[in-house]
């Protein structure tokens, strides 16, 4: 094992514009509080027993394990989302899933994608029940390069 198991997570969306697309990525990644770190891309299992947590400050430089979604576009005038969702099952001491989702258009469709993706993975594929489903969103109407990004953090 990597590290100890997270005990908490909490959700995070930003969006950002620049004049490349890596540069607007990371004005989104600015814009959800996670730009000054080295992110740790995961797949999506929530430990079990894991509990929200408010959105707070992360140690700059410090390694974050996350689950994300993300989406870039160089097109004036589309709209682009990010969203991820958090399946919490009825039993603790089973895993939950995170499930992410990008997409043109606006945050509303891309949120419910995320949300029936984790009904899903948790109910039909992994015969768990679900107690609640978290999720978040970001959108942008791009004007040069827009990025968004939304995320599901893992910390202690």
């Given at each position: 094992m990597f590290g100890p198991l997270p005990t908490r997570y909490f959700l995070t969306a930003g969006a950002g514009e620049a004049s490349t697309e890596l540069n607007a990525f990371d004005a989104a990644l600015l814009d959800a509080g996670v730009g000054d770190t080295n992110l740790i891309k995961m797949s999506s299992i929530l430990p079990p027993g894991a509990t929200l947590a408010e959105k707070h400050p992360l140690v700059r430089g410090s390694f974050v394990p996350l689950a994300y979604g993300d989406r870039t576009s160089d097109i004036p005038g589309q709209i682009i989302s990010a969203a991820v969702a958090v399946g919490i099952p009825e039993d603790p001491l089973e895993s939950g899933l995170i499930m992410e989702c990008?997409?043109?258009?606006?945050?509303?469709?891309?949120?419910?994608?995320?949300?029936?993706m984790v009904i899903e993975g948790m109910e039909t594929v992994r015969n768990r029940k679900i107690k609640e489903i978290k999720s978040i969103s970001a959108t942008i109407k791009v004007s040069r390069i827009g990025a968004v990004f939304a995320a599901v953090v893992l910390c202690q």
């Amino acid at each position: 094992m990597f590290g100890p198991l997270p005990t908490r997570y909490f959700l995070t969306a930003g969006a950002g514009e620049a004049s490349t697309e890596l540069n607007a990525f990371d004005a989104a990644l600015l814009d959800a509080g996670v730009g000054d770190t080295n992110l740790i891309k995961m797949s999506s299992i929530l430990p079990p027993g894991a509990t929200l947590a408010e959105k707070h400050p992360l140690v700059r430089g410090s390694f974050v394990p996350l689950a994300y979604g993300d989406r870039t576009s160089d097109i004036p005038g589309q709209i682009i989302s990010a969203a991820v969702a958090v399946g919490i099952p009825e039993d603790p001491l089973e895993s939950g899933l995170i499930m992410e989702c990008s997409r043109l258009g606006g945050p509303e469709e891309c949120e419910k994608a995320a949300r029936n993706m984790v009904i899903e993975g948790m109910e039909t594929v992994r015969n768990r029940k679900i107690k609640e489903i978290k999720s978040i969103s970001a959108t942008i109407k791009v004007s040069r390069i827009g990025a968004v990004f939304a995320a599901v953090v893992l910390c202690q």
